[in-house]
């Protein structure tokens, strides 16, 4: 739940020319606890067992309604309400240079129409199609990402490495995906959303066939790093792509669709890799299907729209 509501607030507040990198900012915490939840397994695993880790997560859960106490509302959501008294003071907290300014001022915005988000309002005439996409191109995205985080270590133990090794490159795999949150971020900041995704996923199919083919210890490891900086490192890119589709007033509806309909791909990814390895020996067959996957995200961006539906005006 906490995924699409941040990175529509990300969307919100952030400068256009800047919000694909301060996305991949903001998702560097998914990767930097992708990388510790890996290192913490190293450490309790052996002497704790598997139990120690859910109590270790469950730690967290209080740590993050602190911080959610401590984010500001969205101005375009504030201002689509109405809401003048909480928007001055989210506005001179966001700007507190001007904050004199914002005591008595009026605010106005083309999306104040009483209108709300709705499943229904995706899936109409103008968004149809744009949302009908970027949920292929989750489901797919995911469904390699969860594949790939699920299964590495117990490929790498069949190809012969001890379980430190193991588990010490899904760690790799996770900060090699935090350097591509922010690397895919500055790109597309500079590119293009559009042909930042489509090379990162053709980039990270090859990567995952490279994977499938050579086992040497050196193409393990750099293998890995270009899956996870680029496939792992595009979905930050392919949330703003959504949270682009949409106005403010079913934005986090429809990255939080995005995410949700993906989230099948996700749960398919792990059961579909154990049930290729039962049918075909090895994890060739496993990591051709993350390969096919991911390029087929690439595929289905190219009949997304490329203009972007109309946004929100800040509030003025």
Wanted: charged fraction near 10%; aromatic fraction near 8%.
């Amino acid at each position: 739940m906490i995924l699409p509501v941040s990175v529509t607030l990300v969307n919100e507040l952030a400068p256009g020319r800047r919000v694909n990198v301060l996305v991949g900012w903001m998702m560097t915490g998914w990767s930097i606890g992708g990388v510790a939840a890996a290192l913490l397994s190293l450490a309790l695993i052996p002497t704790r067992g598997w139990p120690a880790l859910f109590a270790a997560g469950a730690i967290v859960a209080p740590v993050i309604a602190l911080i959610a106490l401590a984010l500001p509302e969205s101005p375009r959501f504030l201002a689509a309400r109405g809401r003048d008294t909480a928007l001055r003071a989210v506005m001179a907290r966001l700007v507190p240079a001007r904050a004199s300014e914002y005591v008595h001022a009026k605010f106005s915005s083309p999306a104040a129409s009483g209108r709300t988000g709705s499943l229904a309002r995706l899936l109409s005439p103008q968004y149809r199609r744009g949302t009908l996409i970027v949920w292929a191109c989750s489901a797919l995205s995911l469904f390699t990402i969860f594949g790939l985080s699920s299964w590495i270590p117990d490929i790498l133990l069949r190809r012969g490495l001890p379980i430190g090794a193991s588990f010490s490159l899904s760690a790799w795999l996770q900060l090699t995906a935090l350097l591509g949150g922010l690397g895919c971020g500055w790109a597309a900041d500079r590119a293009g959303r559009d042909p930042v995704l489509k090379s990162s996923w053709v980039l990270g199919a090859g990567a995952l066939a490279g994977l499938a083919f050579f086992e040497a210890g050196a193409s393990n490891l750099a293998f890995v790093a270009v899956a996870g900086f680029c496939v792992m490192g595009a979905q930050t890119v392919l949330n703003n792509r959504t949270a682009a589709l949409y106005p403010t007033e079913i934005r986090s509806t429809g990255v939080g669709s995005q995410l949700g309909i993906g989230r099948l791909g996700g749960i398919l990814g792990p059961y579909v890799g154990g049930w290729l390895q039962q049918l075909f020996p090895g994890s060739r067959a496993l990591l051709l299907s993350l390969a096919v996957a991911i390029g087929g995200s690439a595929l289905c961006l190219l009949l997304l729209p490329a203009v972007r539906a109309p946004q929100s005006a800040p509030p003025g």
